[in-house]
Nanobody, 123 residues
Framework: QVRLVESGGGLVQAGGSLRLSCAAS????????MGWFRQAPGKDREFVAA????????NYADSVKGRFTISRDNDKNTTYLQMNSLKPEDTAVYYC????????????????WGQGTQVTVSS
């Protein structure tokens, strides 16, 4: 079992920045790919970003390319999402997720989910 705990959410003005963290615990000897998803009120959960175990492969949703950066520190079992130039439409609950590959993450073939952290961007 792997437990994922997100942190770093909050309220920010449009144009501002936030950094989300996802700390993994449990069977972390090989976490595989890690990713971030988000779900706005009344909308389906959507893919945001993913990163491979080595960090050599990343993938982003078109809506966040150039503004968000995913990274990971395997020594700390932590994955990050740096969010810059935030827009009101980025408001959502952000979820951390783990899967066996970036491709599986992008297809929602998730092994473990975190509980989510709220991000609110005011205009």
């Amino acid at each position: 079992q792997v437990r994922l705990v997100e942190s770093g959410g909050g309220l920010v003005q449009a144009g501002g920045s936030l950094r989300l963290s996802c700390a993994a615990s449990g069977r972390t000897f090989y976490l595989g790919a890690m990713g971030w998803f988000r779900q706005a009120p009344g909308k389906d959960r959507e893919f945001v970003a993913a990163i491979s175990w080595s960090g050599s492969t990343t993938n982003y949703a078109d809506s966040v390319k150039g503004r968000f950066t995913i990274s990971r520190d395997n020594d700390k079992n932590t994955t990050y999402l740096q969010m810059n130039s935030l827009k009101p439409e980025d408001t959502a609950v952000y979820y951390c997720a783990q899967a066996r590959s970036v491709a599986k993450l992008s297809r929602f073939a998730i092994d473990y989910w975190g509980q989510g952290t709220q991000v609110t961007v005011s205009s």
